[in-house]
């Protein structure tokens, strides 16, 4: 019988949910037999190394949650070097890698068609770092991130729907980035050797949306490219201009087929993928491209 691995945080929020749309379900599906991974209390990279080795040939690897816990999901996928089918069922307060594949039950997930997803891979100084669905950025919106882990803010996002829940998103932004905004975010860097000075955000695009608040493209389902940004949102009015360009029409990017960020000297910037964190210090080399194999995943029918 194929197997069924469940991938879920049990501290999160809607659990209970869960429990009952997805845990009571899965066990109830003949032909397959089930297992569960509690999502730890440590870090993407720790769980997904974890679920890593616990995965098979032919699983169907299934994360019940937000993006953080479908990132832990795609990477343990990958690192397994397992053939594995991925599906993400949306209970988060974003779930962009969920909008891609479109499954929102177990019923999708099992009449749904297998499809490929190209995602991005993230090296630090040479060394595998991250790999990602939908979107990678540095500074000024990887260190807005941090924002939406208040727990006051969390569960205010988990209230709101649709528009309204943009417009909290874009209003809790606004306060942070008046008391954040004459910072440096991103030191000058090289790009692909050319020299990049006065920049705030270094985007790359591969998903739909990035954080449910901007529109992104179909570059998950080509094997070579991905939309890249560098934008100065220092000011106020350039930082209302791109956002509202990125809501209404999509994130202003240009293709790329691998990036390449080299810093000098001390430096400090944030890092993030999916909503998933990480401040560096002193990094000298970033790089970015295309995963070399695509990951398995069910979308709809």
Request: hydrophobic share 40%.
């Amino acid at each position: 019988m194929k197997r069924i691995i469940l991938v879920y945080n049990p501290r999160s929020s809607k659990q209970a949910l869960i429990k009952q749309e997805v845990l009571d379900k899965v066990w109830e599906l003949k032909g397959y037999t089930v297992g569960k991974y509690e999502v730890r209390p440590t870090n993407v990279d720790d769980n997904a190394s974890v679920l890593a080795k616990l995965l098979e040939d032919d699983d169907i690897l299934i994360t019940a949650g937000g993006d953080g816990t479908a990132t832990i999901g795609l990477n343990g996928a990958i690192l397994s070097k397992k053939s594995v089918q991925l599906a993400a069922l949306p209970y988060g307060n974003f779930n962009d890698l969920a909008g891609i594949l479109k499954v929102k039950t177990i019923e999708d997930i099992v009449g749904g068609k297998t499809g490929k997803l190209w995602p991005l891979e993230v090296k630090i100084d040479g060394k595998h770092w991250r790999y990602a669905a939908c979107y990678v950025t540095m500074g000024l919106f990887a260190e807005s991130t941090k924002i939406f882990d208040v727990p006051k803010i969390r569960h205010k996002l988990r209230e709101e729907k649709g528009l309204k829940r943009l417009v909290y998103s874009v209003w809790v932004l606004k306060d942070w980035y008046f008391k954040n905004r004459k910072r440096e975010f991103l030191p000058t860097f090289t790009l692909n050797g050319k020299k990049v000075e006065g920049m705030t955000d270094y985007l790359t695009v591969n998903g739909k949306t990035m954080a449910k608040m901007m529109r992104g493209g179909q570059y998950y389902s080509d094997a070579k490219k991905f939309g890249v940004r560098c934008e100065n949102l220092a000011g106020f009015w350039s930082l209302v201009w791109f956002m509202m360009r990125s809501i209404l029409a999509k994130v202003p990017v240009e293709s790329s087929n691998g990036d390449v960020l080299e810093f000098v000297g001390e430096n400090e910037l944030e890092i993030q993928a999916e909503g998933e964190y990480q401040r560096l210090k002193n990094v000298k080399k970033i790089e970015i491209r295309k995963c070399e194999n695509p990951v398995r995943v069910i979308l709809k029918a």
